[in-house]
């Protein structure tokens, strides 16, 4: 096994550095699980014949994994990070491949479960090496390039799907076994065509919980909670208040993978000019609207196109969140990066494994309540973002710290 420093690696064709490698795990992540969620809502309404609660159920086991991201810390005192990013990558693809092989319920809670601890293992490896591996100058631009670069791929899977579903009268099976497939043999590539990069800070192999990073947790957690609304339920409602068809859902997302394309650049310079604190401030204050007016289609029956634009928009307020990432790396010890990405990924899924079921039940009973709990933590996390300092550094961490 060859092992390179970060200086040493410059040396090498771009092909072969670690942002150029980090470009090619962002491309390859999306390709199967951006397929797997296009695909989800009708796969499970269709086949499996699901409802609000079991929808709800099935997020919560998808989150499992999410909640346990802490026992990272545990196997990279074996394994490599990067080594276990691209182990996760290989799972992840495997288990989508496979998905329609299984279609009742509990198969594709299985199988859900497997390509849940390959996606979120590989986020967390992937969050941690984009901090240790990016300086902090360069940090907002090359992440909103990422977004760009996984936008891109995510784009190239849906736009399949939404050229040759029909044409081709593809299954949903053909679909999960070719973009599942595609995901892990990058994946096992990238193992063999690159050495393994040393990062100019040993990391720390146990877990560290520090006081100063309480703001960090706290934002995590929030965003934990809030991304589960759009997950489970935007394209849920999609398809069961409006009648979507695959093709029809996957044109919303093909919508926000090209902004994504050309606004995530973008968003990495308003990051590095205006900073995290009005950057996540905006972020949080747009969420709030947009969750309100998602109730709103509940309770005054406004129509599929004023739902189709707050999907869209809600999507590119969330595409905002890689400033709270340049935030900790800001506040962050650099031997913590590897340790906190695992535990803030835990913190991140507390209310993720247990908030989809609950909020499944409450579906049932009143959609437009689920939208306005998901209103009230987006503005619970505006009041959070307002203690973020304009120069967040350590020992400077929130404005209450000096």
């Given at each position: 096994?060859?092992?390179?420093?970060?200086?040493?690696?410059?040396?090498?064709?771009?092909?072969?550095?670690?942002?150029?490698?980090?470009?090619?795990?962002?491309?390859?992540?999306?390709?199967?699980?951006?397929?797997?969620?296009?695909?989800l809502?009708?796969f499970?309404?269709?086949?499996?014949?699901?409802?609000?609660?079991?929808?709800?159920?099935?997020?919560?086991?998808?989150?499992?994994?999410?909640?346990?991201?802490?026992?990272?810390?545990?196997?990279?005192?074996?394994?490599?990070?990067?080594?276990?990013?691209?182990?996760?990558?290989?799972?992840?693809?495997?288990a989508?491949?496979?998905?329609?092989?299984?279609?009742?319920?509990?198969?594709?809670?299985?199988l859900?479960?497997?390509?849940?601890?390959?996606f979120h293992?590989?986020e967390?490896?992937?969050?941690?090496?984009?901090?240790?591996?990016?300086?902090?100058?360069?940090?907002?631009?090359?992440?909103?390039?990422?977004?760009?670069?996984?936008?891109?791929?995510?784009?190239?899977?849906?736009?399949?799907?939404?050229?040759?579903?029909?044409?081709?009268?593809?299954?949903?099976?053909?679909?999960?076994?070719?973009?599942?497939?595609?995901?892990?043999?990058?994946?096992?590539?990238?193992?063999?065509?690159?050495?393994?990069?040393?990062?100019?800070?040993?990391?720390?192999?146990?877990?560290?919980?520090?006081?100063?990073?309480?703001?960090?947790?706290?934002?995590?957690?929030?965003a934990?909670?809030?991304?589960?609304?759009?997950?489970?339920?935007?394209?849920?409602?999609?398809?069961?208040?409006?009648?979507?068809?695959?093709?029809?859902?996957?044109?919303?997302?093909?919508?926000?993978?090209?902004?994504?394309?050309?606004?995530?650049?973008?968003?990495?310079?308003?990051?590095?000019?205006?900073?995290?604190?009005?950057?996540?401030?905006?972020?949080?204050?747009?969420?709030?609207?947009?969750?309100?007016a998602?109730?709103?289609?509940?309770?005054?029956?406004?129509?599929?196109?004023?739902?189709?634009?707050?999907?869209?928009?809600?999507?590119?307020?969330?595409?905002?969140?890689?400033?709270?990432?340049?935030?900790?790396?800001?506040?962050?010890?650099?031997?913590?990066?590897?340790?906190?990405?695992?535990?803030?990924f835990?913190?991140?899924?507390?209310?993720?494994?247990?908030?989809?079921?609950f909020?499944?039940?409450?579906?049932l009973?009143?959609?437009?309540?689920?939208?306005?709990?998901?209103?009230?933590?987006?503005?619970?996390?505006?009041?959070?973002?307002?203690?973020?300092?304009?120069?967040?550094?350590?020992?400077?961490e929130?404005?209450?710290?000096?």
């Amino acid at each position: 096994m060859q092992i390179v420093t970060l200086q040493e690696a410059q040396s090498a064709p771009v092909w072969r550095r670690p942002i150029f490698l980090l470009f090619v795990m962002a491309a390859a992540m999306p390709i199967a699980f951006a397929t797997w969620s296009a695909l989800l809502n009708n796969f499970v309404i269709e086949v499996a014949n699901f409802d609000g609660a079991d929808i709800g159920l099935l997020h919560s086991v998808r989150e499992i994994p999410g909640f346990l991201a802490v026992g990272v810390i545990a196997i990279i005192i074996f394994l490599r990070e990067q080594v276990l990013g691209l182990l996760s990558l290989v799972l992840l693809g495997v288990a989508t491949a496979v998905t329609a092989w299984f279609p009742q319920m509990g198969g594709i809670l299985t199988l859900t479960l497997l390509s849940s601890i390959g996606f979120h293992y590989y986020e967390t490896v992937n969050q941690s090496l984009q901090l240790q591996w990016i300086s902090k100058a360069q940090a907002p631009q090359v992440l909103g390039w990422l977004l760009a670069m996984g936008s891109a791929a995510s784009l190239v899977a849906f736009g399949v799907i939404v050229v040759t579903w029909e044409w081709l009268a593809l299954s949903f099976n053909t679909a999960y076994m070719i973009s599942g497939g595609i995901t892990a043999a990058i994946a096992l590539a990238c193992m063999v065509l690159y050495p393994q990069f040393q990062s100019p800070t040993p990391q720390h192999k146990t877990m560290v919980l520090r006081k100063r990073y309480w703001l960090y947790y706290a934002l995590q957690f929030m965003a934990g909670a809030r991304r589960q609304i759009f997950m489970v339920f935007a394209g849920f409602m999609m398809v069961e208040r409006f009648g979507f068809d695959v093709h029809e859902l996957t044109s919303l997302y093909l919508i926000n993978l090209v902004m994504n394309m050309f606004i995530g650049p973008v968003f990495g310079r308003v990051v590095a000019r205006y900073g995290e604190r009005n950057t996540l401030i905006f972020e949080y204050a747009g969420l709030a609207l947009v969750f309100l007016a998602y109730g709103g289609i509940y309770m005054f029956g406004w129509g599929v196109m004023l739902a189709g634009a707050l999907f869209v928009i809600d999507h590119l307020f969330f595409s905002l969140a890689f400033a709270l990432k340049t935030y900790f790396q800001k506040i962050a010890d650099p031997a913590d990066i590897a340790p906190t990405a695992a535990v803030a990924f835990t913190i991140n899924h507390i209310a993720a494994v247990g908030l989809p079921v609950f909020l499944g039940l409450l579906w049932l009973f009143s959609p437009s309540l689920v939208f306005i709990l998901a209103a009230g933590m987006a503005l619970t996390s505006l009041g959070l973002a307002l203690l973020i300092p304009r120069r967040p550094e350590p020992g400077y961490e929130t404005i209450l710290s000096r």
